[in-house]
């Protein structure tokens, strides 16, 4: 079945320092990729949604200097924090579509936690 | 903007026991998807089960079945014969049909299922 592949899967950084996070369809070609955001007991934020060949669409009040999108290939899809802060520390998720209909179902990865010191 | 609410933070249930997971959700439009996602502590995203809101019947799945009340917007989880490995995060989620970036899943907050043997 469709699997999608998020790395690191944990990764800790010095503030101010960037760290790039990669989302991966591995058995399918993903037209669309969703980013979320999780604090801790929280639910699933939409932060962006990221199209293959053209810019992302972000959500209000996602600053999108701060989080790069770039969705350069029909599989693969990445998240840059830039100049991360501690505050910055949270878990993020990404899901792909599989096919560009309505049906088409959303698989998620693994999501990344990101500790910023 | 659609809006989905869980009114229970927490639940818990004794194995081999019927539970049932609430959800309410805000909208104006008439077709939609609705979701219960659930997320082990391995934080891994699991489709539970899906429902189109132009059918009248209610989705199964195995265990797992749902009670959807397109007028009164409800869409509650009924998990029969529970078992330990059910524990986990439950979230309901609406997702638009329409196109143009609206096909992003918005989340409600979350019931923790808990199990007891």
């Known amino acids: 079945g469709a699997v999608v592949s998020q790395h690191p899967s944990r990764v800790i950084c010095k503030s101010g320092t960037s760290v790039k996070i990669e989302c991966r369809s591995l058995d399918f070609q993903a037209t669309t990729m969703f980013w979320y955001r999780q604090f801790p007991k929280q639910s699933l934020m939409l932060m962006a949604t990221s199209n293959e060949g053209s810019k992302a669409t972000y959500e209000q009040g996602v600053e999108k200097d701060k989080f790069l999108i770039n969705h350069a290939s029909l599989t693969l899809s990445t998240l840059t924090v830039t100049s991360a802060h501690p505050e910055d520390s949270s878990f993020y998720i990404c899901?792909?579509?599989?096919?560009?209909?309505?049906?088409?179902?959303?698989?998620f990865g693994n999501g990344t936690r990101l500790t910023v010191t | 903007a659609q809006t989905v609410t869980q009114s229970q933070p927490e639940m818990s249930v004794q194995e081999a026991e019927t539970v049932t997971l609430s959800c309410t959700y805000d909208t104006s439009e008439s077709d939609y998807y609705l979701f219960w996602y659930k997320q082990p502590p391995s934080r891994q995203m699991i489709l539970v089960i899906r429902?189109?809101?132009?059918?009248?019947q209610n989705a199964t799945e195995n265990r797992f079945s749902v009670n959807f009340q397109k007028a009164a917007k409800s869409f509650s989880l009924k998990i029969s014969d529970s078992q330990l490995g059910d524990a986990a995060m439950y979230f309901c989620?609406?997702?638009?049909?329409?196109?143009?970036?609206?096909?992003?899943?918005?989340f409600g907050k979350g019931t923790k299922l808990t199990v007891n043997p």
């Open positions: 899901s792909a579509r599989v096919g560009v209909g309505n049906n088409s179902p959303l698989h």
């Open positions: 429902q189109e809101a132009y059918k009248q």
């Open positions: 989620a609406y997702r638009s049909v329409g196109g143009g970036g609206s096909e992003k899943l918005v």
